[in-house]
């Protein structure tokens, strides 16, 4: 009678891959092996030196490898085959107006890298602070990434946008006379702001139009601003409601001939 001796486990390596690389098989050194994906060695999956697992999603998937020697079974040696996700860096879009200092891009995350195109091809800066040193006006558009574990993220993208200062808004005078109904003053611009002061301390209304409420005769002179996003207020433009007081009747007298 032979008793033969239990084989020692064969070599299986562990493997480590990013989400969206080729799933590399797994390999084992040893004879007649056999791949289960259970401690307990019940659910063979596969015969052979080279195990194919088809795992493609992110996570971490245990198998283990056991060889056959005189027809006694090794132990399992475990093979762990890893693939890494890496979430993308957070961050945020700025926008400016034309002359304000540039400020940098900031990306949160590990070993930020920026790119200036969406496959991620053209590098411009590595670092979570990226100056740009865009000035002119328009839209620039980034993509940072970061790596964790060997395995680069997808890219966030990242807006810089430099607009130009808001022009003087249009805004017409208009005259009444006392006890008509007073029309609302109007004016062109995005983002309209009416004050009843020069030095533009006093807001009194926002938009167009912009009902005054005024009813009493005399003159009221009201300032109006322009803004965009990401810019202040431009120079104001004036408008002046005048209301008249009616006049009185005038004299005349009588005449018999």
Do not use: H, K, R
């Not at 020697?69 to 090794?74: I, L, N, Q, Y």
């Not at 496959?119 to 979570?128: F, Q, S, V």
């Not at 130009?164 to 007073?182: E, K, L, M, Q, Y």
């Amino acid at each position: 009678m032979t008793i033969n001796v239990i084989p020692v486990a064969p070599i299986a390596p562990d493997t480590a891959i990013c989400l969206g690389d080729s799933t590399p098989s797994l390999t084992a050194v040893g004879s007649n092996i056999q791949w289960y994906d259970d401690t307990a060695l019940t659910s063979l999956v596969f015969t052979g030196d080279t195990f194919a697992s088809g795992d493609t999603l992110a996570g971490i998937y245990t198998y283990f490898a056991t060889q056959t020697v005189s027809g006694c079974e090794s132990p399992a040696d475990t093979a762990v085959l890893t693939i890494n996700s890496t979430p993308a860096p957070t961050s945020s879009d700025t926008t400016i107006c034309l002359g304000d200092p540039t400020p940098d891009l900031i990306a949160v995350g590990a070993a930020v890298q920026w790119y200036s195109d969406s496959a991620l091809t053209i590098l411009e800066y590595t670092g979570d602070t990226f100056a740009s040193g865009d000035v002119a006006v328009g839209v620039y558009v980034y993509y940072a990434t970061q790596t964790l574990n060997n395995c680069e993220s997808p890219g966030t993208t990242v807006t810089l946008t430099i607009n130009t200062g808001p022009g003087v808004p249009t805004a017409s005078d208009t005259a009444i006379c006392f006890g008509d109904i007073t029309p609302d003053l109007t004016s062109t611009g995005t983002n309209i702001q009416w004050y009843d002061d020069a030095g533009l301390t006093n807001l009194v209304g926002t938009g167009s139009p912009f009902t005054t409420g005024e009813t009493i005769a005399g003159v009221y002179t009201y300032y109006v601003t322009d803004s965009i996003t990401g810019c202040p207020e431009g120079a104001p433009d004036t408008s002046v409601l005048t209301i008249n007081a009616i006049p009185a009747a005038p004299t005349s007298s009588d005449t018999l001939i």
